[in-house]
């Protein structure tokens, strides 16, 4: 192993793009957006063309099963953002702690403290370049379960805030480090569909919030505060399942090949990736790629959280930041939020006050985007990400623009009509929202940044997020009931400009390793580059077949 470790670091060159052989096929480049794409005869592409490893296989089935149990993280934002919704529509939680039921800065508050605490959790991701990822979890799940006690205990408003910050805190921990394990130890040909299922846990948690306050609501309403409650103490149920498994999972084999445990990270890729074949080519290539980018590096410690340099040291990371900001902005601020926290106050607004109602409502909007964003999480792989998400776009800024219209109609000319078709358009919205964004939220910000960038980077995401966060769920109820459906026609002229930054910039990452990307970065035009690349290599295989050597 030793002397194919030191092959692989001498040896190692980008998986890149042929531009002769693109020319000899009459497929034209421009050489200048394309700078440095170089021909490799064995890539991720070409070797799934030939010698694709079973995805049914047993290394395959383990993966499935393991990101599996690790998809139960993802609950906890959906769980909490449906349940503070949920159970801000209870008379007996907005009494108890004496808050409107239709909202003000105080609901926001409650709210809000969550992003807070996101943001003050990104400073501390970096860690899991220096202890890993599988700690990270672990102790995020412990303080989840912690910041839950507090708050289902919680005698005041100030102990209910403060065991949100807590629960919040840790749940970052744990939600960001796992993405982040997940896009480095699946395989590119199913990463979309893999990492991108993660996210879609989100309406699982959703969907058992609003079902354990609907069921708490109907038979506990008249126990006093423990409709609301009991609902809350539920939400350590996933952490703590995850805080008994997450110590029997392997490490990343990126962090593993980083702190120079080479021979436990092919194990890893033998397994999980080969189905137990350790001369499959599919091994030596990934060792290959991995090996190459930690030339040169130096261990992760504790200074390091003092040393953002590698986020803008370069071009390429400038760039790689810039999509990793922009898309963290555009998941939490295309009007998702409002529907998601704000729902039964917006079915309020058009007429709908009955409390079960809402509540079954609420369950409804969690089940309609679990399956579209299940969904959505298979066509990233087949469609791909930037006509996924440049298509969602579109249909979201449709749907705003019909429910504030239906919602107008219902205000200013009380057609209740108009505040049906509202609704029906909600829902649309919810389902377009899940099938696009859902899946990608923490995976593309994961993907497009290098290696040695993406604690950090992912650190910047949940920092990024949690400030559109904020400032979504502390100004959403000030602005609902101060301009009322105008808020959505902002966000329709937001969602366009939106549509618009993608098109322009964001880059292809389907099928690609996350070393292969790289190159890609590298080009005068990333975008273009990503772009054009897989339209050659889509073309050459279907002409030639993939025996001459293609590029990414």
């Not at 991720?44 to 089935?61: F, Q, S």
């Not at 590119?188 to 609501?217: D, K």
């Not at 399942?241 to 436990?264: G, N, T, V």
């Not at 298979?378 to 996924?388: A, C, F, N, Q, Y």
């Amino acid at each position: 192993m030793a002397d194919q470790v030191r092959d692989t670091r001498n040896s190692l060159s980008k998986a890149r793009l042929s531009h002769d052989t693109m020319e000899k096929k009459g497929q034209h480049i421009d050489v200048d957006d394309v700078d440095g794409l170089d021909p490799s005869p064995e890539t991720y592409a070409a070797i799934m063309e030939t010698t694709k490893p079973d995805p049914r296989g047993p290394g395959y089935i383990r993966l499935y099963l393991l990101a599996g149990s690790l998809f139960l993280c993802s609950t906890f934002n959906g769980f909490d953002t449906s349940l503070m919704g949920s159970i801000n529509a209870l008379p007996n939680y907005t009494e108890y702690f004496g808050l409107p039921a239709s909202g003000n800065a105080s609901t926001g508050i409650v709210f809000a403290i969550f992003q807070v605490g996101q943001m003050c959790a990104a400073l501390f991701i970096w860690m899991t370049d220096w202890y890993g990822r599988t700690w990270h979890i672990f102790f995020g799940c412990l303080g989840v379960c912690i910041g839950t006690i507090v708050t289902a205990l919680s005698t005041n408003l100030p102990m209910f805030i403060g065991g949100r910050f807590l629960l919040s805190f840790f749940a970052t921990w744990a939600q960001t480090a796992s993405p982040l394990y997940l896009v480095e130890i699946s395989p590119a040909a199913y990463r979309g569909t893999i990492a991108g299922a993660y996210n879609t846990f989100y309406n699982i948690g959703s969907l058992l919030a609003t079902s354990s306050v609907y069921g708490c609501h109907l038979h506990l309403a008249d126990r006093g505060d423990l409709d609301w409650r009991i609902p809350l103490w539920l939400q350590m149920v996933c952490p703590g399942i995850l805080c008994c498994l997450i110590k029997f999972f392997p490490e990343s084999p990126r962090f593993l090949i980083a702190q120079d445990q080479h021979e436990k990270a092919e194990e890893i890729i033998v397994k999980y990736h080969a189905n137990g074949d350790p001369n499959h080519p599919i091994v030596a290539l990934q060792m290959k790629e991995m090996l190459g980018t930690v030339q040169g590096s130096q261990k992760a410690s504790w200074k390091d959280i003092f040393d953002l340099r590698v986020l803008v040291e370069t071009r390429a990371s400038r760039y790689r930041l810039m999509l990793n900001v922009a898309f963290s902005w555009f998941g939490q601020f295309s009007g998702n939020n409002i529907i998601s926290y704000y729902l039964p106050l917006m079915l309020n607004g058009i007429g709908i006050t009955d409390t079960n109602t809402k509540l079954i409502l609420n369950i409804v909007y969690a089940v309609i985007g679990w399956v579209f964003s299940m969904v959505g999480a298979r066509l990233h792989d087949v469609v791909g990400r930037r006509k996924m998400l440049i298509g969602s776009t579109l249909g979201m800024t449709i749907c705003l623009t019909l429910v504030a219209a239906g919602a107008a109609g219902k205000v200013e000319y009380g057609n209740s009509s108009a505040a049906t078709m509202s609704i029906v358009f909600i829902f649309i919205f919810g389902a377009v929202f899940a099938t696009g964004y859902t899946p990608m939220q923490p995976i593309y910000p994961a993907e497009v940044v290098s290696n040695k960038m993406r604690a950090k980077a992912m650190g910047t995401f949940k920092l990024t997020a949690g400030a559109a966060g904020f400032l979504n769920t502390f100004v959403g109820p000030i602005a609902l009931s101060s301009i009322g459906y105008w808020f959505y026609v902002f966000f329709v002229f937001w969602d366009s400009f939106e549509m618009a930054f993608m098109y322009f910039f964001f880059v292809e990452t389907k099928g690609m390793t996350l070393e292969e990307l790289d190159a890609i970065f590298e080009a005068k035009n990333p975008r273009k580059a990503s772009v054009e690349v897989k339209k050659v290599q889509k073309r050459i295989i279907k002409e030639e077949g993939v025996h001459e050597g293609l590029g990414v």
